[in-house]
């Protein structure tokens, strides 16, 4: 299988999604090596229950000849549940609601080159306004949609044209509409809840249905996008956000991801990493839930809801997030089949640069 040079490693690896057929190639030490061998806020306790009434005198029965008083009927309490704060949040549960609504928008043109044009949208996702930008191909219609799902980095640093931009230029100009949402809580989109960072997968999943509808408008933003052919690009955080909306709609619409320097689908592991890189301030309720909670949370034991094509891209000498995370993955593909390819990388950051880089693209 050719290497994947510049934008053609999506073209190619999206053919591979077409064709559901798994690769393996041996490539020299300065290059990717891709291989398909298998690997393998705390819960509220319990609200206490009030104890029974008592009645402090009940009157005792009369000598005289009126009738004999009963005790007077005490109400049973009304016992207290505590609701499961965690069962909304499993696959199972995410599977099952519904997503979409809305419109998405565009706000301002950002940029416009000779091949493509840039523009600032808002869309819906759960009552919020999430903020993003959008690459439209000046000519053509029923482009392929790829969404770009970027990494962890500080809101209060946070950019809409992220360090992402450079992807989603590149894809742009070989003919996809390329979405990037910031997610929830990343200005200047609204702010909302984001347990294991199920917030940005619910944002991706509206994001899915909204442009599903909306591509059957002649005249709407949305009608030169192919509804049935979206791919899904997450680097890091974002990578996590993909598997898991992969998991929850296994729709053949969604035909293939890119999963870069991708965390976990395991939620204890990555929690507990979080709560490293946060001194223990994140996390804490991520891991207060029981062994069994965290595994219906955890996509990693959905892979076989997965029918996306996933191409799995880390490098060996990634600092932030481990590439065992990626391996174990690959191997969890591997052991049921699944279509997918997996390249890593020598002497790379958690963010690719130079040739690097280049080689990625």
Excluded at 274 to 280: A, F, L, R, Y
């Amino acid at each position: 299988m050719n290497r994947l040079w510049r934008a053609g490693w999506l073209l190619v690896f999206l053919m591979l999604a077409v064709a559901c057929e798994q690769t393996a190639v041996a490539t020299p030490t300065d290059a990717p090596t891709q291989t398909s061998t298998a690997v393998p806020s705390p819960i509220p306790s319990a609200t206490p229950i009030p104890p029974a009434p008592t009645p402090s005198s009940l009157p005792a029965p009369s000598s005289s000849p009126s009738p004999t008083p009963s005790s007077p009927h005490l109400p049973s309490p009304t016992p207290r549940v505590t609701p499961d704060l965690y069962a909304p949040l499993t696959i199972d549960a995410l599977t099952a609601r519904s997503y979409g609504g809305g419109q998405l928008e565009i706000v301002d043109t950002l940029e416009r080159n000779e091949q493509f044009t840039r523009y600032l949208i808002t869309y819906p996702s759960d009552g919020l306004t999430v903020y993003g930008y959008m690459n439209v191909p000046n000519e053509g219609s029923q482009f392929p949609v790829v969404l770009m799902l970027h990494g962890y980095i500080p809101p209060a640093e946070y950019q809409t044209v992220a360090y992402t931009q450079r992807y989603a230029d590149v894809l742009a100009g070989a003919g996809y509409i390329v979405i990037h949402p910031n997610f929830r809580n990343y200005p200047p989109s609204d702010e909302g809840p984001n347990p294991y960072r199920i917030g940005y997968a619910i944002d991706v999943l509206n994001l899915i249905a909204i442009i599903r509808e909306q591509s059957q408008d002649e005249t709407g933003y949305l009608r030169r996008a192919d509804a049935d052919n979206i791919h899904l690009w997450g680097h890091s955080m974002g990578g996590g956000v993909a598997l898991r909306v992969l998991a929850v709609n296994n729709a053949p619409y969604l035909r293939a991801a890119v999963l870069y320097a991708a965390m976990s689908g395991d939620e204890r592991k990555n929690n507990e990493r979080i709560q490293v890189w946060t001194g223990g301030r994140r996390g804490q309720f991520e891991l207060a839930a029981s062994p069994e909670q965290i595994d219906a949370i955890s996509p990693i034991n959905y892979l076989d809801r997965i029918n996306a094509a996933i191409s799995v891209h880390h490098s060996r000498d990634d600092a932030v997030v481990p590439v065992e995370w990626s391996e174990e993955l690959c191997a969890g593909l591997a052991a049921i089949d699944h279509p997918y390819e997996c390249f890593f990388y020598d002497g790379l950051p958690h963010t690719f640069n130079g040739g690097g880089d280049a080689l990625f693209m």
